[in-house]
Structure formats: C-alpha cells, structure tokens
T-cell receptor, first 115, second 113 residues
Framework: GAGVSQTPSNKVTEKGKYVELRCDPI?????LYWYRQSLGQGPEFLIY????????DSGLPNDRFFAVRPEGSVSTLKIQRTERGDSAMYLC?????????????FGPGTRLTVL | GESVGLHLPTLSVQEGDNSIINCAYS??????FIWYKQESGKGPQFIID?????DKRQGQRVTVLLNKTVKHLSLQIAATQPGDSAVYFC????????????FGKGTLLTVNP
C-alpha cells in the first residue's frame, strides 16, 4: 500500500518568503507528526496531531511556524518570513494511533533551502 | 570559509562481518526505544524496537540490546550487506511520552564489498 507522501520533494525559496509543505499520511492513520532534520543530525520533533487537533506543538521553534490538519488527514506545515536557518529536511510521519509501540512511518521528506 | 560537514560517528565494516552500533539515550524515564535506518535522500525506516521491560530483542539479522543501568542501547547487524549502508538512529519516547520521539545523533555505517 501507499506510504506517507510529502510534496514538494525539494523547495528553494528566498529569505522572507512564505512556504507550505504538504504531508499525505497513510490512509486511516489518525496520528500525524512533523519533524525537522538538519544536516548531520537526527530528526527533531515539531508538532503532533491526533485527528484534526494539534495535541502538542511544543517543538515549533517560533510563531513563524504553523501547521494544520483540517480534515484529520492531509497536513500542511506553513512557514512565514523564512530565514536561512530554516533550511533543513522536513519529515512527516504517521501512525495508526498514538502510544508507545505504534510505529511511526516516515515520508521521504521535503528538502527546504532558503537562499 | 569553514565548510560544514557531517560530524557523524562512522563505522566501516567488510561485507559479511557483524556490525555493532551504539547509542546512549538521555532520559531515564523513557521506556520505549527504536532503531531507524536512513538512506541518503529518504526518510527514516523502522528496523526494530524494544520496551524497557526487556533487555534483548531479535529480529531478522538484527538484535537490539538495552542496558537501562547505564542508559545504553546497541544494534547488532549480522552478516552485514552493502545494502545495510546508511545512517542509523536510535530514538526514545521522550520521558515516556506516548507520541514524541527524541532521536540520537546517528551513526554512518559503510559496508565495503
């Protein structure tokens, strides 16, 4: 079956611009996660959705970052006034439900480059 | 100017050898641990997991060992193959969280044919 998909695979933008990154989770997965991975580092938690609501957004670095999941399926990560330091791989994952032992399946990521 | 590179621990092995990748986790309250494999340009892929009530778990060609006393986790890969070349991350459920994973720095495994 289809795994987690993310679009675009690569995004190059200029400093100060607005970007949207999309995640399509595995069908039927209620839990969705966004992580950010800098070069040479492990993924860092950004936000977790259970259904339509953001159950934990404590990992979002500042108020320029926002994510939505209006119908409990597709999610969009939005970054306003991008900065060069936002350049990273943005990973989305989904699981059938939350809870330890529920495997998080990762998408291929979106590579964001801010010039 | 200074170049920014991958400052990952690295492990280089010959095809057919066994590999051991180590990880120190940070939170003594974490009770669930996972090893992920990440190939270049791809997202992390689940390999094997273990709960804190176990100290060893085996999968196909892989074994995870957990030492809670020293907060240490290891991944053993038997008969390493070129296709095993990747970055390997350990992750913990942050302090017992039901959803948040904290990842380690990663180890780059290179398998020489």
């Amino acid at each position: 079956g289809a795994g987690v998909s993310q679009t675009p695979s690569n995004k190059v933008t200029e400093k100060g611009k607005y970007v949207e990154l999309r995640c399509d989770p595995i069908s039927g997965h209620t839990a969705l996660y966004w992580y950010r991975q800098s070069l040479g580092q492990g993924p860092e938690f950004l936000i977790y959705f259970q259904g339509t609501g953001a159950a934990d957004d404590s990992g979002l670095p500042n108020d320029r970052f926002f994510a939505v999941r209006p119908e409990g399926s597709v999610s969009t990560l939005k970054i306003q006034r991008t900065e060069r330091g936002d350049s990273a791989m943005y990973l989305c994952a989904s699981s059938s439900k939350s809870g330890s032992g529920n495997e998080q399946f990762f998408g291929p990521g979106t590579r964001l480059t801010v010039l | 100017g200074e170049s920014v590179g991958l400052h990952l621990p690295t492990l280089s092995v010959q095809e057919g050898d066994n590999s051991i990748i180590n990880c120190a986790y940070s939170n003594s309250a974490s009770d669930y641990f996972i090893w992920y494999k990440q190939e270049s340009g791809k997202g992390p892929q689940f390999i094997i997991d273990i709960r804190s009530n176990m100290d060893k778990r085996q999968g196909q060609r892989v074994t995870v060992l957990l030492n809670k006393t020293v907060k240490h986790l290891s991944l053993q890969i038997a008969a390493t193959q070129p296709g095993d070349s990747a970055v390997y991350f350990c992750a913990e459920n942050s302090g017992g969280s039901n959803y948040k994973l904290t990842f380690g720095k990663g180890t780059l495994l290179t398998v020489n044919p």
